[in-house]
């Protein structure tokens, strides 16, 4: 990718978060100045080393006035929309609140760049948990899959995807739509099952917790994604997609939760143990997400590069240098 970009402007919704913070060191090497948006109050150490570097505003997708502001004072070229309420259990626990975040606050972006009259391109991180309930002869997923969500969560991306796809056939707003599927590495939420389990490893190792991993459901399949490799999708997506348009990122191989853990464990040197944990099972888990992500490979030349083994490792490493 070309290092001449300086001219060019990327607002970043969830900055902070796993992908957000990601995807501004990239951009940042790519010589893209990088705005990003936090939320009062909201704390986060993922952007640290690069904090510096990025120009912070306080907005709220919730408070459509804040988001107009930022808008009008950045003009960005692109906007990257990666903040959400991202967590498919807590999406259960608190539906209207996943809803309102994740609906009303991506209307809320999208109205604001439509009043601006800015010629900014949009990728929105939409969701593999879409496809919901995947039928055997349907894999690997494309995009014209059948959507059967499973969550209160999936439902709720969804209708950001369609809100996408509303406003740019409505107001020719410039909407990019990626799914991506699993994605993980270093920064990864502890809520999220691979990260977990790092996490419980790592607390193992120095003698923290009993040598005793709990775990959920271990039979679902995942197409897991680098965060390093999803993130430099999403920067070609802005590049090279027809916005509109929907794209799924993925590697195109499943893992078995119960593999990934075993991977995890053969990194480790302590003797563990696996117990089931009723709270983590969720009322309805989607079984199989293999996506193919033939379209979007074609359109921009994207090919995942990480191996999942070094993935895992470096999420480890993530765990032991914080715990």
């Known amino acids: 990718m070309s290092k001449n970009n300086n001219k060019y402007k990327a607002l970043i919704t969830g900055v902070t978060g796993f992908a957000g913070s990601h995807l501004a060191e990239l951009l940042l090497k790519e010589g893209v100045t990088v705005h990003g948006i936090q939320r009062w109050r909201s704390k986060s150490d993922n952007i640290d080393a690069i904090k510096d570097k990025i120009v912070l505003h306080e907005a709220d997708l919730l408070d459509a006035h804040s988001l107009y502001s930022v808008i009008d004072e950045v003009k960005p070229h692109y906007i990257f929309h990666l903040a959400a ?31 601006s009259g800015l010629d900014t391109v949009i990728q929105i991180a939409c ?9 055997s002869n349907e894999l690997p997923i494309k995009e014209t899959n059948p959507l059967r969500p499973l969550s209160p969560y999936a439902v709720s991306k969804l209708a950001m995807d369609y809100l996408g796809y509303q406003y740019h056939e409505s107001y020719g707003v410039k909407i990019i739509r990626t799914r991506g599927f699993n994605h993980t590495g270093p920064r ?20 923290k917790r009993e040598p005793v991993v709990y775990v959920g459901n271990l039979n679902a399949v995942r197409d897991y994604t680098d965060v390093r490799d999803m993130v430099r999708a999403y920067y070609l997506s802005v590049k090279k997609c027809l916005p509109g348009e929907v794209y799924n990122i993925s590697t195109g191989k499943g893992w078995k939760i119960s593999d990934v ?6 990194m480790s040197k302590s003797k563990i143990k696996i117990r089931e944990d009723k709270e983590r ?13 033939t379209k979007f490979r074609k359109q921009t030349g994207w090919k995942p590069e990480i191996a999942f083994t070094k993935t895992l490792t470096d999420l480890l490493d993530y765990w032991r240098e914080r715990v």
Do not use: C
């Not at 259960?92 to 309102?100: F, G, K, R, V």
């Not at 853990?261 to 053969?266: A, G, K, P």
């Open 85 to 115: 309420q991202s967590y498919v259990q807590s999406s259960w626990a608190s539906p209207s609140n996943t809803l309102e975040v994740n609906i009303i606050g991506s209307v809320h972006l999208f109205e604001a760049v439509n009043k």
């Open 127 to 135: 969701s593999s948990e879409e496809y919901g309930k995947v039928l």
């Open 188 to 207: 990864r939420g502890d809520v999220f099952s691979e990260s977990t389990f790092a996490k419980q490893i790592a607390e193992i190792e120095k003698g």
């Open 261 to 266: 853990l075993d991977m995890l464990l053969s």
């Open 281 to 293: 099972m969720r009322p309805s888990d989607v079984e199989v997400l293999i996506g193919d992500s």
